[in-house]
T-cell receptor, first 115, second 115 residues
């Protein structure tokens, strides 16, 4: 069955450093992958989408890579700020056997940016 | 737009009682998703609708769960009878398209506690 793995342990980094979060998937060949941010007590909020034919995508201080050979996506936040502290969810998606385009979410990695 | 609206925000009930969660998607969105989030299992897709029609309910855990979408602006998720293991945060999300590359917009969630 499909499996999506994100670091279950929280990631603590210092303000100004680059945070790198990992998303690995197995038994799966997604056509795209989305990243979401979730703050406590709130629903996830979309950040970035990357397609299988794209190696890298950027948006302001965010960068996402997608390696279909390694079956891995990396999510980077450069010049991190305390306001970036949140849980980040990866969600591979694509047409599945039997039809349907739906996202499958990882359990998320909690990021804490300290002063 | 007000975004996806869910009610109630919190629900505490006793085992065996019926629970009804409500969702109003963003106007004009054709897809509606119901998710459940727990610490152990993360964010799981329960069911999704396209144009008010259920497309994939393979994530619905058992017959005690049912979902309806009587019109484009309203959906319900019902649990009858409820059990303590149903305690979780339930999210509703909507998207303009179902291509999977479409952004999903999540509501604030309903925190359900079954005693």
């Amino acid at each position: 069955s499909q499996k999506i793995e994100q670091n279950s342990e929280a990631l603590n980094i210092q303000e100004g450093k680059t945070a790198t979060l990992t998303c690995n998937y197995t038994n799966y060949s997604p056509a795209y992958l989305q990243w979401y941010r979730q703050d406590p007590g709130r629903g996830p909020v979309f950040l970035l989408l990357i397609r299988e034919n794209e190696k890298e995508k950027r948006k302001e201080r965010l960068k996402v890579t997608f390696d279909t050979t390694l079956k891995q996506s990396l999510f980077h936040i450069t010049a991190s700020q305390p306001a970036d502290s949140a849980t980040y969810l990866c969600a591979p998606g694509g047409k599945l056997t039997g039809g349907g385009n739906k996202l499958t979410f990882g359990t998320g990695t909690q990021l804490k940016v300290e002063l | 737009d007000a975004g996806v609206i869910q009610s109630p925000r919190h629900e505490v009930t006793e085992m065996g009682q019926e629970v009804t969660l409500r969702c109003k998607p963003i106007s004009g969105h054709d897809y509606l998703f119901w998710y459940r989030q727990t610490m152990m299992r993360g964010l799981e897709l329960l069911i999704y609708f396209n144009n008010n029609v259920p497309i994939d309910d393979s994530g619905m855990p058992e017959d005690r769960f049912s979902a309806k979408m009587p019109n484009a602006s309203f959906s319900t998720l019902k649990i009858q009878p409820s059990e303590p293991r149903d305690s979780a945060v339930y999210f509703c999300a909507s998207s303009a398209g179902g291509g999977g590359t479409d952004t999903q917009y999540f509501g604030p969630g309903t925190r359900l506690t079954v005693l």
